[in-house]
């Protein structure tokens, strides 16, 4: 998978970064208390996901030990699920999680109890960096349908390097009510009340840094833990596993590898009928970023080590490429003694395989080469191509306990299983974790929705229900979209922009159905592709240009479809560009660095500025322009509010019915309106959600309620123009969310 720089599962190395990537809500005046308080009654609506498949880094799955056909699986960013073996589907369980939780959709480790089947644990924090907050664990007694929640004062990292280690969290096996918490810079904590409250285990002798992984697994190995320490050199002065036999005193483990192959330990598995702990290793914690690994197993009775390793990196492929790569997931076969899969990790010239054992790790076979894949029902896993790889990233991977050919693996993507270790399918109905960043419901034609997403470029969804089935857009594929746009009077003709390794811009003519590069593009483009519009009839575009690190260029402008461009210098840089619905000589953009609401009436070739003095210092500041009508622009300025001009710009009001706005679309109007239906994801009251207004933002009612938040909601909403009550929301981890009123 060729993915841009602004992947939303890439490491974030700062406050800079972050603003860029994460999009962090900041509620300024308002307490998390309060946000807790005072929730106004929700509109009754029934909440769905629209149907891509995956879509996302699977980092665990969990098959619950002594309870047939439950397991449970956690993703970087999208939060956690619980799979129905009686349904075959996931359900989504941290979906309450709102506004405020936003760092809490990660989930960084998954831990059940094998003594009490209905309870389960969740670690969460997506970044443990010093602008994140603090991680928590939620505890259910019910797996998973409620939850109680402690707050932590340490900060987790779902979405950072190491985030498919682990377990990092575990229930101890000789009494349930203790738990253990493996954290990447403050050490190994233990709760002694079913994870209510936590202390450091004072005695865990490796020492944790700032900049660290920290522990990166825990696994008993019948009544000793084992803990996995990321942070060694890869020398034997250093210890990276150690074990305790009373829950009380921690020791190196002796014996254990050294070197480059065995500096990490990534995932560890027990064997219960030959007494075996099994290990994968890596030169880093990955999934990006290893070059070397290894899998070893210890004797736990005679504490003897043995190196079983199927296939060592550094050779060379076929076509004399290097292969590196690490190792990554590890599961035993709970029936059958001596039976391991083992997974590689980042090896992109050979691709990512499954090694699986029968005696111990003494031969191996490759899934990889016997595999048949069916992606009939998710088709964008092929993308472009004529059929889909084994995977990358396979760092989650587990063997069914009461069915040893059933399998399945996570990748950046997907969650692949088998029920007889040679045909492969996604095993993934029910759970979405994309990262949306643009939606666009079309007035007419097959599909009432279009959407740019991070990582799997645009889909054109003919039906909710089901995965698009011509996949992503392709000629050309694009990692993350940056820009999709419609011309309001031409919706046939639609543009894209986004990474790609073969063009950054596109158009179609058919409403998103095919597509087609564009003849020329400027040579910013493929290092800072950005959003795009089209005007009304579709004569020309606009095309933005911002770099992953936030650095903005000028903007250029085409009036013939993408065969030249030309440069637009009165354009505000980086700036999101507007297209009016009416007049196709007109067009917007807003200057957040300036507060400045500049505009066009040459059809982009030069911009003046009209409205000033507006919020500025925040380029999420957004411009929308109500569809049907020339001039009428709303700008969602978040803490600064909502704010309405009905004349091209010119001049701006301030709407008291909201005190924040953060993401701003509309849709049909209800019967007798004389306005379209406003859809917003803002703040009314004191808690920030998603609301409908049908009078022109004169009063607004609440669609979502408290069962269905998914953190962080500001990207973007549309509703639908043919379908009044129909809403499209984008999430950052939970895919699409539409809703309709019951």
Known sequence: ???????????????????????????????????????????????????????????GVLFHPTVRGLAYARTDIGGAYRWDDRTARWTPLTDHLGWDDWNLLGVEAIAVDPAHPDRVYLALGTYAQSWAGNGAVLRSEDRGATWARSDLTVKLGANEDGRGTGERLLVDPRDSDTLWLGTRHDGLLRSTDRGATWKAADTFPAAPNATGQGVTLLVAAGRTLYAGWGDADGTTATANLFRTADGTTWEPVPGQPAGTAAKVPVRAAYDRHTRELYLTYANAPGPNGQSDGSVHKLATATGKWTEVTPVKPGGTTEDSSADSFGYGGVAVDARRPGTVVVSTNNRWAAVDTLYRTTDG???????????????????????????PKFGWWIQALAVDPYDSRHVVYGTGATLYGTRDLKHWAPQIRGLEETAVRQLISPPTGEAHLLSGLGDIGVMYHERLTASPSRGMATNPVFGSATGLAQAALEPSYVVRAGWGDHGNGAFSRDGGRTWAPFAAQPAIAKDAPGPIAANADGSVLLWSFVHWDGTRYPAHRS???????????????????????????????????????????????????????????????????????????????????????????????????????????????????????????????????????????????????????????GEAITGDPRIHGRVYLATNGRGIQYGEPV
């Open 361 to 387: 790790g003494r031969t191996w076979t490759s899934l990889k080469d016997s595999a048949v894949f069916d992606v009939s029902e998710t088709p964008y896993l092929k993308w472009g191509e004529a059929a």
């Open 559 to 713: 009036a013939d479809n993408g065969a030249t461009w030309t440069e637009v210098p009165t354009f505000p840089k980086g700036a999101t560009p507007v297209a009016d619905p009416a007049d196709p000589a007109l067009f917007y953009a807003y200057d957040t660095d300036a507060g400045t609401l500049l505009a066009s009436t040459d059809g982009g070739r030069t911009f003046a500025a009209r409205a000033t003095g507006l919020p500025a210092g925040d380029t999420q500041f957004k411009v929308v322009a109500a569809p049907g009508r020339s001039g009428d622009l709303w700008l969602s300025a978040k803490w600064n509010g909502l704010y309405r001009s009905t004349d091209g710009g010119a001049g701006f009001q301030k709407i008291d019915s909201c005190w924040a706005s953060y993401t701003l679309g509309f849709g049909k109007a209800a019967d007798g309106a004389d306005h379209p239906a406003i859809y917003m994801v803002g703040s009314t009251e004191t808690i920030t959600a998603v609301h409908r207004s049908d009078d022109g933002a004169k009063t607004w009612t609440r669609i979502n309620d408290d069962a269905h938040q998914w953190g962080w909601t």
């Open 1 to 59: 998978m060729s993915t841009s720089p602004l992947s939303r599962r890439t490491v974030l190395a700062g406050t800079a970064a972050a603003a860029a990537l994460t999009a962090t809500p900041a509620l300024q005046g308002r307490t998390h208390a309060a946000e807790r308080a005072a929730r106004p009654p929700a509109d009754t609506y029934r909440w769905r996901t629209a149907v891509i498949g995956g879509t996302g880094f699977v980092t």
